[in-house]
């Protein structure tokens, strides 16, 4: 009786929440905040990344309908975090640095979305194809 | 799952109890506007202590309670937003623009108290 929204463990040890309707949104930020305790982070840092995964998911839904939001372990080095990437095959977007200024929206949020998330992350990467999809890629390291 | 708002005086008092879905959110918002006429209430608290996240939608939503039920002819005051929270709206850069805000319920109950008060014509 797993839902769609329910995440799906898969063999690298990764977190996959489909994203097809607004309850999903919670259940991936939940699910992110979870990981994020689970892997020492602080209860701020842990607000920040489920804020995070939330707006993700939000854009997801907004722009592309459906979509999935990854939670991973991140390792490089000494390193040791969490990483985020919030993939769909929605329209993709035609300017990314547009994006990712303040105040700049096509769809119906705020305009507080990518930027917002960027700030939010230690370390943020989007690749975008139009007519193919959007993949987002935030990394928050352990301090 | 439905915020129970509870009247107290001339308050309403919706005590958010568990993390809320978009339609959660919505229905607060709907449910607020309406009895705040209902029970001719001069003020609402939202009571957000147990929220982990704020995020864009959480606050326009709550912008658009406080919208509302001061068209209706009440105040609104939000009350509890933790630390972590605060960080991260901040951080994201979400304002609550003019809308009251209050440490806690006692504070926002002091907040309101004074408010009203003063508002009114014939208070005292």
């Known amino acids: 009786m797993a839902s769609e929204g329910e995440p799906r463990p898969t063999s690298r040890g990764e977190a996959v929440v489909r994203i097809a309707s607004a309850a999903d949104i919670v259940i991936a930020r939940q699910r992110g905040r979870e990981l994020a305790a689970g892997l020492g982070f602080s209860r701020s840092d842990q607000t920040v990344i489920a804020t995070a995964i939330s707006e993700l998911a939000r854009n997801i839904l907004e722009y592309a309908t459906v979509g999935d939001i990854v939670l991973a372990e991140a390792q490089r080095g000494a390193r040791a975090g969490l990483v985020i990437v919030a993939r769909d095959r929605g329209p993709g977007i035609a300017d990314i640095g547009q994006a990712l200024q303040d105040g700049y929206s096509t769809g119906r949020g705020l305009g507080i979305g990518l930027p917002g998330v960027r700030r939010l992350m230690d370390e943020f990467d989007i690749a975008s194809e139009v007519g193919k999809g959007t993949r987002v890629t935030g990394r928050k390291w352990l301090p | ?124």
């Open chain 2, 1 to 124: 799952m439905r915020v129970p708002i509870l009247k107290q005086r001339d308050y309403l008092i919706a005590s958010i109890q568990s993390a809320l879905s978009d339609e959660d959110l919505l229905q607060l918002r709907d449910d607020l506007a309406q009895q705040v006429g209902k029970f001719r209430s001069r003020a609402a608290i939202v009571d957000v202590t147990v929220l982990d996240v704020m995020d864009s939608f959480a606050v326009r939503t709550l912008r658009a309670i406080s919208h509302m039920i001061r068209l209706r002819g009440a105040k609104t005051v939000i009350v509890g937003i933790q630390p972590e929270v605060a960080f991260a709206m901040v951080q994201l850069g979400l304002t609550l623009g003019d809308v009251a805000t209050a440490l806690d319920l006692e504070e926002g109950l002091a907040y309101l108290d004074k408010k009203t008060k003063a508002a009114a014509p014939h208070g005292k």
